[in-house]
Nanobody, 123 residues
Framework: QVQLAESGGGLVQPGGSLRLSCTAS????????YAWFRQAPGKEREGVLC????????QYADSVAGRFIISRDKVTNTWYLQMNNLQPEDTAVYYC????????????????WGQGIQVTVSS
């Protein structure tokens, strides 16, 4: 059974930075896609970024272009979401996800999800 544990969320002022981490435990195959989603209050969950097993990255949320970076450490089964120049509209619960298929903006692609972590951007 694969379990995902997120960390690194919190409260930050506009223009600030946070780095989210997601560590997977259990049986992990290297061909998985590794993604971050988010759900803002009153909105549907949306894909943010995904990194493929070969390191290629896919961006699903246009609003994060040039500000958010996804990366992965194969050795520790951890992937990261570096969030820079955060804005109030980035406030959401952020979820990491992975599964036995490659990256997709479609949340139904993913088999395993973290519990979600709150990111609040406010002055």
């Amino acid at each position: 059974q694969v379990q995902l544990a997120e960390s690194g969320g919190g409260l930050v002022q506009p223009g600030g930075s946070l780095r989210l981490s997601c560590t997977a435990s259990g049986f992990i195959l290297d061909y998985y896609g590794y993604a971050w989603f988010r759900q803002a209050p009153g909105k549907e969950r949306e894909g943010v970024l995904c990194i493929r097993s070969n390191g290629a990255r896919e961006q699903y949320a246009d609003s994060v272009a040039g500000r958010f970076i996804i990366s992965r450490d194969k050795v520790t089964n951890t992937w990261y979401l570096q969030m820079n120049n955060l804005q109030p509209e980035d406030t959401a619960v952020y979820y990491c996800a992975t599964g036995n298929r490659e990256c997709s903006y479609n949340e139904h692609t993913y088999d395993y999800w973290g519990q979600g972590i709150q990111v609040t951007v406010s002055s």
